[in-house]
């Protein structure tokens, strides 16, 4: 059978997650392998160079460049003060004075005696980085970081906004296509990962942010929503470092999509467990989704086998029009090209719609798996 590459979301019961946790600089490690840790654990440290402070010291203290070090009543790679004083000079029989004071808290890094500048460095920016999952040192990269190995429930979402964080699972809907509303969100959501259904509001989204709630996963958003939410938009880029007040994964994509049932379902059955969520997306080269980790020992509860790939039974959805965010199931794969409207010769696959049992023709880059 002629195959073709069909990417796919996974959304599974039980797996091993595997994370690599790496500073972006070198600096010391704080763990050691066969540590267990949680996702506040820090387990490497590094201190970012702060920012320079430059001073034209000729210029401010009428001297020559030549005779600035001569000048200094620090030395270089001293610490100074805010305040203190590290340059001084006078003039006319010591009737005029003229003096530079540190602007801040800073190290002496140099002198020129060619431009007459001074630059001075800011203290240095403590990095902490943290396990982010539960789980067990595996590995340890020197200077760098470490890999973290966990038994986990693990859900890829479509597209996301906001960083790395942790929380309390709080199913709202009652089904994958309940719209998420203001009224739905209460005070004891602060700090948890609240799930809705096929759609969250704008409504909701700003009544998530002053509640304090730490995450929202949901099948769809309106685009109008989100460029709200975010202040711009958001475009074809690589996200996960927005300033946003919580972090946000869409399941299924833009528009009012009722979450998959599995994903639905699992994430109902996990309620009242912790979860370590990322809404990190790329989707172009190195594709990276936003995704949702639950630690735990799932392997009893695991009701499906290993992907086999792209054969009839995989689960699928459409991700281009007219079936645009349709779930569906594979019921066969024609191995010969075929032409589509554009003229283009493609392979194609034989599709079961899952909302109302259509069988319809669709080309097999217009798909993607779901992974079990």
Known sequence: MAHAYTPGLKVTGSTTVRKTRRLPLLGTVKVEKGDKVDPTTVIATAAMPGDPVTINLASRMGIEPADCAEHMTRQEGEEVKEGERIAYATSFFGLFKKEIKAPCDCTIERVSNITGQLVLRQPPVPINLYAYISGTVVDVLPKEGAIIETEATFIQGIFGVGGETQGEIK???????????????TPDCKGRVIVGGSLVTGAALKRAASVGVAAIVVGGIIDTDLVELLGYDIGVAITGQE???????????????DMADKTFELLKAREGLNASISGATQIRAGVMRPELIIPGDFKAQATHGVSQGLVPGTPVRVIREPYFGMLAEVVELPPELQVVESGAKVRILMAKLANTGEVVT???ANVEMIEE
């Open 171 to 185: 199913v709202l809907a009652s089904s994958p296509g309940q719209i998420l509303d203001a009224d739905d969100i």
């Open 243 to 257: 300033d946003t007040p919580f972090t946000l994964i869409l399941t299924e994509g833009f528009g009012q999509i």
């Open 362 to 364: 669709v080309a097999r």
